[in-house]
């Protein structure tokens, strides 16, 4: 599952924010992240909200005084945070609430893993949302692309050499 977490990620922060300056790229890894969790055989630290709030306390605390690196890293928590959202790791209490029901996680495994077909749905939607953002972003064209890997902003306003701006 990876659309799912990318779509909704992205269209929850821009519905929520409508920042035409949020920097999307670390949104998506965070977004994504994780996820990683599979390579240790299950939900793991990553699906527990300390994990993401110790993200963030990291990036406020790495950020002070640098307010365009903290708009960047603040990305990389907030999609951490939604992945848990979006994923349904709320309802696995022992993994999301670790370290506060004890020091074992157990052995569950992910959310992802546990919905077996109703994956498929998630993932159509999740294309769906990621086919609108494409379109929405103007991203058929190669230099818009090349922009927003460049500076993440995926819904800045295209200005147009024909467009009278009073």
Same mark, same amino acid.
Request: proline share 7%.
């Given at each position: 599952m990876f659309l799912w977490f990318i779509g909704t990620a992205v269209i929850a922060v821009w519905y929520v924010f409508r920042d035409e300056r949020f920097d999307y790229r670390l949104l998506v890894?965070? +977004?994504l992240?994780?996820?990683?969790?599979? !390579?240790?055989?299950?939900? *793991?630290w990553m699906h527990s909200? +300390?994990?993401?709030? +110790?993200? !963030?306390?990291v990036v406020m605390a790495?950020?002070?005084? #640098? *307010?365009? #690196? *903290?708009k960047l890293l603040l990305g990389l928590a907030i999609g951490t945070f939604l992945h848990l959202v979006f994923d349904g790791a709320w309802a696995t209490t022992d993994v999301f609430w670790w370290p506060f029901t004890g020091a074992s996680i157990g052995d569950e495994p992910l959310?992802?893993?546990? #919905?077996?077909?109703?994956?498929?749905?998630?993932?159509?939607?999740?294309? +769906?949302i990621v086919v609108w953002a494409w379109r929405r972003a103007g991203l058929s064209d190669a230099a818009r692309r090349r922009a927003v890997l460049g500076n993440? #902003? !995926?819904?800045?306003p295209v200005v147009r050499a024909d467009?009278?701006?009073?």
């Open positions: 890894v965070g +977004a992240l994780p996820e990683l969790d599979a !390579l240790f055989g299950g939900m *793991r909200l +300390a994990f993401s709030v +110790a993200l !963030l306390i790495a950020s002070v005084g #640098r *307010r365009p #690196r *903290r959310p992802s893993v546990q #919905r077996g077909w109703w994956n498929v749905p998630l993932e159509a939607a999740g294309l +769906a993440g #902003r !995926l819904f800045e467009t009278v701006i009073h």
